[in-house]
């Protein structure tokens, strides 16, 4: 199965709808000075999500042999309105589901 075909299978998944590949979107978000976050965002568009026309996915590898990959969508809804936006939702939503279980 190739990466964009399991990023669509997970839009699927998680929001119940059809999506088509439109574009890859390098992306590398920093915070004083150091890189936290460097890949490439998919961004696809969706059919028939009742709040949002896209979404943006990736996937990173976590090191854990349990689960060895980690599906990442955000979909298009403001303040979200681009890939580096999506990135940095994701980060923020990250920073507190970990600090939330301390």
Do not use: C
Not at 12 to 28: M, Q, Y
Request: glycine share 4%; net charge negative; aromatic share 8%.
């Amino acid at each position: 199965m190739s990466y964009l075909k399991e990023l669509q299978d997970v839009i699927w998944n998680l929001h119940g709808v059809a999506s088509r590949h439109v574009e890859s979107v390098p992306v590398t978000e920093t915070f004083q000075g150091q890189t936290v976050w460097e890949g490439v965002v998919e961004v696809f568009e969706l059919s028939g999500h009742p709040k949002a026309s896209r979404a943006y996915a990736w996937s990173h590898d976590t090191g854990d042999s349990d689960e060895p990959k980690r599906y990442v969508t955000v979909l298009h809804i403001a303040p979200v309105l681009s890939a580096t936006m999506a990135v940095r939702a994701a980060i923020r939503e990250e920073f507190r589901s970990d600090h939330s279980e301390t």
